[in-house]
Every structure is written in C-alpha cells, then in structure tokens.
C-alpha cells in the first residue's frame, strides 16, 4: 500500500516529468498509463481494480472520461472483446508504451 508521503512524492515527480518533457500528463493519467500497462488487453474495469490504490479510488465513470482522454492523446486504444462483446479492452499504443517506460524510469524506488 503507497503511504500518502509516497503519493505525493510521486506526484511531484510525475509533475516534474511532465513539464521537462513538455507532455500534458496529470498524476490520474500516469496512474491509468501504468494500470493499462499491467493490464494489457484486459477490461477497463480490471483496469480500475489495478488503480485503486485507495487515492486514486475513481468511479467506474471517472476512469472511463480519464481513458477517453488518453485515447484522444493516443496514448491507448479501445478494442471490443470478440469473446464477448460488451467488453471494451484497453491497450497501450506505441507512444503509450514509450510514456510507460519514462513513468517507470521517474519512479524508480517506489
């Protein structure tokens, strides 16, 4: 479990990220980014049980807006499950996975 001095710690870091490399990235976006990764090709409501980390704690609707935003940045793409179509699947695009690996690189240690 992150501890809130973690959060927050990891917060700035991410702010920082954002502004050096000049990328329109909140901590919620590099949450969702890192919980797609870990998740790839499962359901946005996996997603949403791989990001509640107790701070995050996002409504099922919230991660749908905060995913439609980082599609509309093409950092993932939506996919119907064939097995069961009223399944959406997320996926990291390329420039998804590149950003996964810059958030990965910040957060070393935690």
Same mark, same amino acid.
């Given at each position: 479990?992150v =501890?809130?001095?973690?959060y /927050?710690e990891c917060?700035k &870091?991410l702010?920082?990220?954002?502004?050096d490399?000049?990328?329109?990235?909140?901590?919620?976006?590099?949450?969702?980014?890192?919980? !797609?990764r870990?998740?790839?090709?499962k359901?946005?409501?996996? /997603?949403?049980? =791989?990001?509640?980390?107790?701070?995050?704690?996002s409504?099922?609707s !919230?991660?749908? !807006?905060?995913?439609?935003?980082?599609?509309?940045k093409q950092?993932i /793409?939506?996919? /119907?499950?064939?097995?069961?179509e009223r399944?959406i699947?997320?996926?990291? !695009?390329e420039?998804?996975?590149?950003?996964?690996?810059?958030? &990965?690189r910040?957060?070393e240690?935690?």
């Amino acid at each position: 479990m992150v =501890t809130p001095r973690q959060y /927050i710690e990891c917060r700035k &870091k991410l702010e920082r990220l954002a502004s050096d490399n000049k990328i329109d990235l909140r901590s919620v976006d590099a949450i969702m980014i890192v919980g !797609t990764r870990e998740d790839e090709g499962k359901s946005k409501t996996n /997603i949403n049980d =791989t990001t509640h980390d107790g701070f995050t704690n996002s409504a099922l609707s !919230t991660i749908s !807006t905060n995913l439609k935003k980082l599609r509309n940045k093409q950092y993932i /793409i939506k996919e /119907i499950n064939e097995e069961d179509e009223r399944e959406i699947l997320v996926r990291l !695009t390329e420039k998804g996975r590149e950003l996964y690996e810059e958030i &990965k690189r910040s957060l070393e240690g935690y």
